[in-house]
């Protein structure tokens, strides 16, 4: 298949219209015109993934990978280093980010891995209202994400609601209408404002509840006559 056709066939599933102004999904690297045989889909394209790919492969990521204007190409400098090795495979990537998050990949963590049910939905958040303990809820999130410590900010003995946005979601705090609110990659302001206005937050992990972006989005190649491998970068951060 050409890019071409598989970039259509992504942007039936969610346009890229949808985007952030600041983000960059789409085409990050190769041409429309070329064709591949093989499609690697993971959450980030990473060396160890580089270097496992077939020369040709085009990579379905979550993450762009390149964000803004580069200014400079120093290939000791990510993303150069990796856009270089890229290129000397002729491997392409087309990135499924903002757009995506607002069509499938929160609605999917909420209701798939963690089990909720969505009464209401924003852009980025996805709201359940339902009773819970705080021990209660606090064991659900670790079962389901894989997580033996969460970082929570103004715990409540009682939630009875729950609004989730996977990666890195405290931006949108005051558009929260929910008593505990799931996301990634918490800062110390964000916490401190969360706790002066009374605010319950659990930090989810950025890579933790985004890496179901190839669960989300890998059923809809099977209507596509290309080979698709399942993959997964690893996360950036160890646990000592």
Request: net charge negative; aromatic share 10%.
């Amino acid at each position: 298949m050409k890019i071409q056709e598989i970039y259509d066939f992504l942007d039936s599933l969610s346009l890229f219209e949808l985007q952030e102004k600041w983000d960059n999904s789409g085409l990050n690297l190769g041409r429309m015109d070329a064709k591949v045989s093989e499609v690697v889909l993971s959450l980030d394209i990473d060396e160890e993934l580089i270097e496992s790919a077939k020369n040709g492969t085009l990579f379905v990521v979550h993450h762009p990978i390149i964000f803004g204007a580069l200014k400079s190409l120093d290939l000791s400098k990510y993303p150069a280093n990796l856009l270089s090795k890229m290129i000397k495979k002729d491997i392409s990537l087309i990135a499924m980010h903002t757009n995506f998050d607002k069509t499938h990949l929160n609605r999917y963590v909420f209701e798939k891995v963690l089990g909720f049910r969505v009464d209401k939905q924003s852009d980025f958040i996805c709201t359940f209202s339902k009773k819970f303990s705080k021990d209660e809820l606090l064991n659900l999130i670790k079962s389901k994400l894989g997580l033996k410590h969460l970082k929570v900010v103004n715990p409540k003995n009682v939630i009875n609601s729950v609004a989730l946005t996977t990666g890195a979601g405290a931006s949108l705090l005051d558009f929260v209408d929910a008593d505990c609110f799931l996301t990634g990659d918490i800062k110390y302001h964000d916490a401190m404002k969360a706790l002066s206005e009374g605010k319950m937050l659990i930090d989810i992990g950025h890579f933790e509840s985004e890496q179901f972006f190839v669960d989300a989005i890998k059923n809809s190649f099977n209507s596509l006559p290309i080979s698709v491998i399942i993959a997964q970068s690893k996360n950036p951060f160890s646990h000592i």
